[in-house]
Nanobody
């Protein structure tokens, strides 16, 4: 069974940090580009980071640039999202997704596999 499982979400104060993990089972992340998305009620899923299959090149939008970092550990079949200097507007459910492709995609509907999501709440 192909599965992605996110962990590491929770409640954090503004300015704090969290590290999300995305563990894959049933398939090998080596062959996939990996994206992190977030979603709040009533809004579309928004991409916040992506890392390419081939060379590890990463992409993040301006809204999180300098604060969020995506990485991958192929040996452990896991991807990560390090989130620093968190703001209340970062509050959302965060999802990881995998696309069997060499490059990154910003569109959520193009990804092949999704995790169940993990809640991140930034509040004092």
């Amino acid at each position: 069974q192909l599965q992605l499982v996110e962990s590491g979400g929770g409640l954090v104060q503004p300015g704090g940090s969290l590290r999300l993990s995305c563990a894959a089972s049933g398939f090998t992340l080596d062959y996939y580009s990996i994206g992190w998305f977030r979603q709040t009620p009533g809004k579309e899923r928004e991409g916040v980071a992506c890392i390419r299959r081939t060379d590890g090149t990463t992409y993040v939008p301006d809204s999180v640039k300098g604060r969020f970092t995506i990485s991958r550990d192929n040996a452990n079949n896991t991807a990560y999202l390090q989130m620093n200097s968190l703001k209340p507007e970062d509050t959302a459910v965060y999802y990881c997704a995998a696309k069997k492709a060499y490059v990154c995609y910003s569109r959520a509907d193009l990804y092949d596999h999704w995790g169940q999501g993990t809640q991140v709440t930034v509040s004092s």
